[in-house]
């Protein structure tokens, strides 16, 4: 054979096995993130966690997408048909989503599932949850070094347990600077109902109410409710302390700090465990020392330096173990 017609074949061989090595390379990954009530836009919970999708679409090259929450069947129906597309993983927010990732789960066994901020059953799923109760505590040391009175509101957006643990940790950190302080609770909705956390309208009635009491500053652990509870805020001038993400460019005239819950981290980490094949399941446990839950920068506008100066003491004397906030053990 002609050793210039065989040096063609050769190549003409390599280029082939290259074309079929491309054309058999696995597909990128799907990514689907059901979201929590209230949707997107907010500014809370529900942005938090697609940021960290956004920036896994970015850096780790999975296609993405979003899912809006719709109750009872609708949701059900929705996480089964992004199993059968081929969604893979799959990720939920929120205990609205247990039910229906237990049971969508268990029907894909080779597709992976994850919940966050809950928990589901499964041998394919991942649930990730948040001891919030440390930064909840510095969160209630801060209003109460705020509250000239001793009378600190606390705005709940559902009779659940992760708001019971929320409120829990916060009066704890009342009681830590001013054990006679009182914390008024209150809660936009019932056992169980998820719409309080996106009920702006009630979050606004229920805060101002508490401002009229006589209530220095408050709290805000509401979801996208959150944003009513801002909005009163700054119509009565009155200082807020809030949770998810950081709230303070809403309304910096009266949004103190915000106790974030890191949403986005924990989406792009659970995301590029499943692109490097280390997503396990089971529960992970995310709190402050682990960096799932912070805190933002303090208003330095809204909190005289003295009173920071105290507020930095408390956190670094947690930090280090000398203050031990103590576990929720309600349901």
Request: charge should be neutral; glycine fraction near 12%.
């Amino acid at each position: 054979m002609n050793k210039k017609f065989y040096f063609f074949l050769s190549t003409i061989t390599v280029l082939a096995l290259g074309l079929a090595g491309c054309a058999a390379a696995a597909p990128k990954p799907k990514v689907a993130l059901m979201l929590g009530r209230g949707g997107l836009h907010d500014l809370a919970f529900n942005d938090s966690a697609n940021t960290g999708l956004q920036k896994a679409a970015g850096q780790l090259g999975v296609d993405t997408q979003t899912f809006l929450y719709q109750s009872g069947n609708p949701q059900l129906d929705a996480v089964r048909q992004a199993a059968k597309d081929g969604y893979n993983p799959i990720l939920a927010l929120g205990a609205e989503n247990t039910q229906a990732i237990t049971t969508v789960a268990a029907e894909y066994p080779k597709t992976s599932f994850a919940i966050i901020d809950a928990t589901a059953q499964g041998a394919n799923v991942t649930s990730v949850t948040f001891i919030e109760t440390e930064g909840d505590f510095l969160a209630g040391a801060l209003a109460a070094l705020l509250s000239p009175h001793g009378k600190i509101g606390f705005l709940g957006g559902a009779d659940v347990t992760v708001i019971r643990r929320i409120e829990f940790g916060f009066k704890e950190g009342v009681a830590y600077v001013n054990p006679q302080a009182q914390v008024d609770a209150q809660l936009i909705a019932g056992t169980n109902d998820f719409s309080g956390f996106a009920d702006a309208g009630k979050a606004q009635i229920l805060t101002r109410n508490m401002y009229l009491n006589g209530d220095d500053i408050v709290y805000a652990a509401a979801g996208g409710s959150d944003a009513g509870a801002i909005l009163v805020a700054g119509t009565a001038g009155k200082p807020i302390i809030t949770t998810g993400s950081d709230q303070r460019w809403i309304n910096p005239r009266v949004v103190v700090t915000s106790r974030t819950k890191n949403m986005d981290q924990v989406v792009f980490d659970l995301i590029q465990q499943f692109t490097q094949g280390k997503l396990q399941p089971g529960t992970i446990t995310m709190d402050y020392k682990s960096g799932g839950i912070g805190m933002a920068p303090i208003s330095t506008t809204l909190v005289p330096a003295a009173t920071l100066a105290k507020y930095e003491q408390i956190r670094a004397d947690l930090e280090a173990g000398k203050i031990t906030v103590q576990p929720y053990t309600g349901q």
